[in-house]
């Protein structure tokens, strides 16, 4: 079993659709959690951290975690076409390492 | 956010070649950079930690003599692949830490084309 899973997609969806976007993990000493987002051949840029269980909301996206289940999420709120682009999850351990664990990643195409 | 840069963004060789790939911290410094590699359609997968002024840790399954590290100052971590072959064509990212653990800078990526 893989330590991050992440449906790679594609999915699409018409513009102004809410869009969803999962990892399940199995690693517990996961602790911090990110959403990077990465336009083709380009390299990912940061969207959004959280290291608690819950939400976090930062404009369109908002980011939930629940440790308990081992399973993160996205969501985009009224989707845009510079949307499109591939997200990743990635997740990091406590200590000192730094070291990311990431998703597949999710292929998003939002049509206008 | 601070930025990492990459050179080249993109080269093609010939098989049984070096090609070395620069990654810089422009407005910060990092003593530890990480290298990924990214086949079509896969994730970020880590190949080494560059640690300034010491020697690179490399992950299981990434040949230390092929993937050669040097991270010879506070703002600038190379990768030399050496005797290229076609298979080590991929897409080459480096990443420097910031403060805080959810703070990672990605470069743009460096394609390399092995012919």
């Known amino acids: 079993q893989k330590e991050v899973e992440q449906d790679p997609g594609p999915l699409s969806v018409p513009e102004g659709a809410i869009v969803s976007l999962n990892c399940t993990y199995s690693?517990?000493?996961?602790?911090?959690f990110m959403w990077y987002r990465q336009y083709s051949r380009k390299g990912p840029e940061l969207l959004m951290y959280t290291y608690s269980s819950g939400n976090k909301e930062d404009g369109r996206f908002t980011a939930q975690v629940d440790k308990s289940s081992k399973y993160i999420s996205l969501f985009i709120r009224d989707s845009q076409p510079s949307d499109s682009a591939t997200y990743l999850c990635?997740?990091?351990?406590?200590?000192?390492?730094?070291?990311?664990?990431f998703g597949k990643g999710t292929l998003l195409t939002v049509n206008p | 956010g601070a930025v990492v840069s990459q050179h080249p963004s993109r080269v093609i060789c010939k098989s049984g070649t070096s090609v070395k790939i620069e990654c810089r911290s422009l407005?910060?410094?990092?003593?530890?950079m990480f290298w990924y590699r990214q086949f079509p359609k896969q994730s970020l997968m880590l190949m080494a930690t560059?640690?300034?002024?010491?020697?690179?840790?490399?992950e299981q399954g990434v040949e230390k003599d092929k993937f050669l590290i040097n991270h010879a100052s506070l703002t600038l971590s190379t990768l030399t692949v050496t005797s290229a072959h076609p298979e080590d064509s991929s897409f080459y990212i480096c990443?420097?830490?910031?403060?805080?653990?959810?703070?990672?800078?990605f470069g743009p990526g460096t394609r390399l084309t092995v012919l």
């Open positions: 560059s640690n300034e002024g010491s020697k690179a840790t490399y």
């Open positions: 990443s420097a830490p910031g403060q805080s653990y959810n703070e990672q800078f």
């Open positions: 690693n517990s000493a996961f602790q911090y």
């Open positions: 407005d910060f410094q990092a003593t530890t």
């Open positions: 990635a997740m990091l351990s406590g200590g000192s390492n730094y070291k990311l664990t």
